[in-house]
C-alpha cells in the first residue's frame, strides 16, 4: 500500500525535477508536513481493504434491490389464488410444474396460493422500513438526549430516575396497550417501539460521554476555555462516531427481530410483515412438503439481520481512527 | 454496607411502586374498560339491565369504580340501625319508572340520591325493560345504583397494602371458639405420632400456619402470604402468585387420614385447609372427613408450578452457560485472530443478528430430526423433553458471555500488570486464569443474579415454541385475555425481581473486588 503511494508520489516528477538540486530554506524547513488525512476517506479506505466487506455489501446491496425495487415493478395479489384449492402449500417444483418457470415461484406458494418469493419481499420491505425508520428516530433522539444527559450532572439524577422506573415496565405491555389504543398499524408500531426506545440508546451514550468528557485532552480544552458546544462537537463527536455507528449496527437488526418476535406472541403489525408470515406459516413448519413457506421468511429475515449487523460491525471498526494507521 | 443496601432497596421499592402506577394508568385508564368482557360468557349471556349491573359489580370487584346499589345501602342503614327490617322490606322495590314511584321509596330514593351524590357518585336509575306490558324482558328488572370512579392513588394504595396479608387469630369473623395458636410436636396429619412440629391456629384464615413436609424445601408456611392481584379471565378468581407457584399435572392419590380419623385414597393436602363457613353443615362429605370448619383443601399434584418449570429449565441453562461460555471467552481472548476465535465469532455474530425467534426453531427442527421430544408433557417422565428448551435457552446466553468476556480479557490484556507478570516469567496460562480472567470476570459477576433470578420470569418464545407451561407466557397471555390483575401482578413481580437483582449484582461484585466499596467515603 504505502510502495504504492510513494510511486504516486514520484510519478508526478519529471526525472530532472527528482534529482535535481535544491537550495536549504529556512522557511521551508519550519513547515511541518504530513500526508493528507480525510477522516472519512480513511474509513472507507479500511473498510474496503477487508474483502469480507466487499462480499456483505454485495449481497446487502441485492437484498436492499430486491426489498425496495422488486415490489415496485411486479404484480403482487395476495388473494388471487384464494378459490384455487390446488395452488395452496404448493412445493417450488410442484409450482413451477403447475404456473410454468417464472420468479415468482421459485420458493413455491403458501396457505391462500400466493407465491411465496412475492410476500418475503413484500414482507421484508415492510419490517426494513420499519427498522429503519426506528432506528432513525432512536438513535437521533438518544443521541441526543444521551449527550445532555452525560455532560450535566443535575439533568444525569433525574433522568437516571426516570430510566430505572421506564425501564421496568414491561416493553410488550407498553406495545400491546399502544396498539390496542390505536389499531395495530405500521405507524402505532414506529410510535410504539420509540416512545421509550431511545431511553436505552442514551443510557449507552450517557455511559460515554461520561467516560470521554473528563479525559485530560478534554480538561486541557476547557482550561483553555473552550466553549462546552465545541468540546461536544469536535473532541466528543469524532470519539463517538465508532461507538455511534456499532450501534446503530446492533440497532437496525434488533427491530427486525423484535417485529418478528411481537409477530409471533400475537401483538405485531396488521400488515404482512416478515413476522407476520413466519407467524402464519408456523403450522407449516412440522407438515412435510410445506417447508418452504415457513424457513423462506426466517431465512430472509436471518441474512438481512446479518449482512445489516456485520457491515455495520466492520463499519463501526474501520470509523474508529486508531485503525487508519 | 447494611444500611447503603437498605437505602437502595427502600429506593427501589419506591421505583417499583411508580412502575406499578403506570401500568396502572396504561392499563385501567388508557384502555377501553369494556374490552375485561371479552371472553366472560355470564356477561354474553345476560341481557339488558342486569348485564349493566353485572358491568359495574366486576368493575367494582376489579378495582376501576366504587359501586352501591340501593339494596344495599338500605341494608347499611339497617346494620346501622336507622330502619327496620320491615321497613326495609317495604322500600326496597322500587317503582318500573320514576313516576311509578309509592311516596315512601320515592323519599328513600331521595334519600339515597342524596347521600351518594354528596360523595361525588353519580346515581343511576335504569327503567324497566318490558318484552310485553306485562312480563319483563330477559334481565329487564329495573336497577338503581350509584357509582364513582376510583382514583389512582386510592386504587395504588389499597394495591400496595394488600400485597402482603399476615394471618391472625382474628381473621375469621365468625364464632369459632376459643382463638388460639397451638405449638405441637406431633403434627396430626401424619397421625400425631411421627415427630414434626407444626403451629396450628384457630381462627385464622389457615389451619396450619407452619409444618414440615416431605417435599422441598420441607419447612412451609401459610403465616404470610402474598396476593399481587386477583385474576379475572386466565385463571379466574385466583391470585397471580398463586397461579405461578400452585404445582400443575396429575393428581397423586395416597391414603391419608382425615380428622375424624376417616381412611382414604385421596389427593388432598391436609396442611393447606382453610376456613370455610359452615361448611359441614353445607356438605355431608366434610362432616364425615373434618372435625371443624377448616375443610377447604388444594390437592397434590404430580408437576412444577409454572415459575419450578421455568426456574428448573432457567437455571439449568444458566448453569450450562457460563459452564460453557466462559472457557470459550477465555480460549477465544488467548487464541485472538487464530481459528477458534474466527469460528467464536462467527457464532456470536449468528446469535446477535439472526433473530432469536428464527434460531429456536432451527434448534426445533434439528433437534426433531435427532429424535428428541419438540413439545412437553407433563404426564411424561422422559428428561429428553427438557433436553431443547435448555440447549434453546443456553446458547444465546452462551454467545453473550463468549462476546463479553474476549473483550473485556483483551482489554485487560495490554495492561501494566499483565506485562509485569508475562516479565516475572508467568505461563501464559497461569496469567490469563489467574490475572486477566479475575479482572475481567467483574463485570460479569455483576449479572449473575440477574441470570439466576430472570429463570424464574421464564422465557417467552421457548416456552411458547415447546409448549412449556411455565411462567413466561403469562404476561403476554393475560395482555391477549385483557386480564389486569395479572397484568399489574406480574409486571410487580418483574419489577421487584429486577430491582433485587441489581442490587444483589451490586453486593456480590463488591464482595468479589475489593476495590468497590459502597462505604459513603468513596462515593
Known sequence: MENKDMKDLFSAYSEEELFSHVDHSDLESEKITAPRYSYWRSVFRVFFRNKVNIVILTILAILIAFTYIYPEVSEYDRFANLMNDAAKHLSPMAAIKKFGFSIHWILGTGAAGQPTFDAVWYGSRISLSLALICAAINLTVGILVGAVWGFSKKIDMVMTEVYNIIGNVPYILLISVLVLLFAPSFWTMVFALTVTGWLAIAYFIRTQVIIIRDREYNLASRCLGTPITRIATKNILPFMTSVIVTLAAVEIPSYISYEVFLAYIGMGLSEMSLGRLIYEAESAMVTPGWGFEFWSPVVVASIITIALYVTGQNLGDASDPRTHM | ?523
Open chain 2, 1 to 523: 454496607m447494611a444500611k447503603y443496601i437498605l437505602r437502595r432497596f427502600l429506593h427501589g421499592l419506591i421505583s417499583v411502586f411508580i412502575v406499578v402506577g403506570i401500568v396502572m394508568i396504561l392499563i385501567y385508564s388508557m384502555l377501553n374498560r369494556d374490552l375485561i368482557f371479552a371472553g366472560d360468557s355470564t356477561y354474553t349471556n345476560l341481557g339488558n339491565n342486569q348485564k349493566t349491573v353485572y358491568k359495574y359489580r366486576k368493575w367494582q370487584e376489579y378495582g376501576y369504580i366504587d359501586f352501591k346499589s340501593y339494596a344495599e345501602y338500605l341494608q347499611m342503614l339497617v346494620n346501622e340501625e336507622e330502619l327496620s327490617d320491615e321497613e326495609r322490606d317495604a322500600v326496597v322495590n322500587i317503582g318500573k319508572k320514576p313516576e311509578s314511584d309509592s311516596e315512601e321509596v320515592a323519599a328513600y330514593i331521595a334519600q339515597f340520591t342524596e347521600y351518594f351524590e354528596k360523595q361525588g357518585f353519580k346515581v343511576e336509575r335504569l327503567n324497566a325493560v318490558m318484552a310485553t306490558p306485562r312480563k319483563y324482558a330477559s334481565g329487564g328488572q329495573q336497577q338503581l345504583f350509584a357509582y364513582k370512579d376510583r382514583p389512582l392513588w386510592k386504587r395504588l394504595t389499597s394495591y400496595i397494602t394488600g400485597i402482603i396479608t399476615i394471618d391472625n387469630i382474628h381473621a375469621v369473623q365468625e364464632d369459632i371458639g376459643e382463638r388460639k395458636l397451638t405449638f405441637t410436636l406431633h403434627d396430626p396429619v401424619y397421625g400425631g405420632k411421627k415427630f414434626s412440629p407444626a403451629i396450628i391456629g384457630n381462627g385464622t384464615v389457615h389451619k396450619y400456619l407452619l409444618y414440615f413436609n416431605s417435599t422441598f424445601p420441607f419447612l412451609h408456611q401459610n403465616l404470610i402470604s402474598i396476593n399481587l392481584g386477583k385474576s379475572y379471565s386466565v385463571n379466574a378468581g385466583i391470585d397471580v402468585f398463586t397461579t405461578m407457584t400452585t404445582p400443575q399435572g396429575s393428581y397423586v392419590p395416597r391414603e391419608i387420614t382425615y380428622p375424624t380419623g376417616l381412611k382414604e385414597v385421596s389427593a388432598d393436602d391436609l396442611h393447606t385447609a382453610v376456613y370455610v363457613l359452615d361448611s359441614r353443615e353445607a356438605n355431608l362429605v366434610n362432616e364425615d372427613r373434618f372435625v371443624d370448619d377448616y375443610t377447604s383443601v388444594q390437592t397434590v399434584k404430580g408437576g412444577f408450578s409454572k415459575m419450578g418449570y421455568s426456574f428448573v429449565i432457567g437455571i439449568i441453562a444458566v448453569l450450562l452457560s457460563y459452564g460453557i461460555g466462559i472457557p470459550l471467552g477465555i480460549a477465544m481472548a488467548r487464541h485472538k485472530d487464530k481459528i477458534i476465535d474466527k469460528i467464536g465469532t462467527i457464532y456470536i455474530v449468528f446469535i446477535i443478528a439472526v433473530p432469536s425467534l428464527a434460531y429456536i426453531f432451527l434448534f426445533k427442527a434439528i433437534g426433531g430430526r435427532l429424535g428428541l421430544p419438540t413439545t412437553f408433557d407433563m404426564e411424561s417422565t422422559s428428561k429428553l423433553m427438557y433436553v431443547l428448551p435448555i440447549i434453546s435457552l443456553a446458547l444465546p446466553s452462551i454467545g453473550d458471555l463468549m462476546k463479553w468476556l474476549r473483550r473485556y480479557m483483551i482489554d485487560q490484556m495490554n495492561s501494566d500488570y499483565v506485562k509485569f507478570a508475562r516479565s516475572g516469567g508467568l505461563s501464559e496460562r497461569e496469567i490469563f486464569t489467574g490475572h486477566i480472567l479475575k479482572n475481567a470476570a467483574i463485570p460479569l459477576i455483576h449479572g449473575i443474579p440477574a441470570s439466576v433470578l430472570g429463570a424464574l420470569v421464564g422465557a417467552i418464545i421457548t416456552e411458547r415454541v415447546y409448549v412449556i407451561p411455565g411462567a413466561g407466557n403469562l404476561l403476554t397471555i393475560a395482555i391477549n385475555r385483557y386480564d389486569n390483575g395479572v397484568i399489574v401482578g406480574v409486571t410487580m413481580f418483574y419489577a421487584m425481581l429486577s430491582v433485587v437483582s441489581i442490587i444483589l449484582g451490586d453486593v456480590l461484585m463488591a464482595f468479589v473486588d475489593p476495590r468497590i466499596s459502597f462505604s459513603s467515603k468513596s462515593r
